[in-house]
């Protein structure tokens, strides 16, 4: 749709335009989907795709143990 870019590689056209790649945008609207679900916005319910995990421990430590600086 520009003429003088057509010659420029994607990334380079992207740049000088200010847009963001596909990959950029579709995980921007994947974002958005899930915001939906779990506000209850959307026909999908957010249970019905993700499962909440109930475990107390994060990244091999218990939640309710201190660890000292």
Known sequence: MVPNLKKLPYEERLILLGLWSLEERRNRADLFEVFKMYKRWSKTSFDSVFT???DVATRGHS????EPL
């Open 52 to 54: 909440l995990n109930t």
């Open 63 to 66: 939640a309710d143990t201190e």
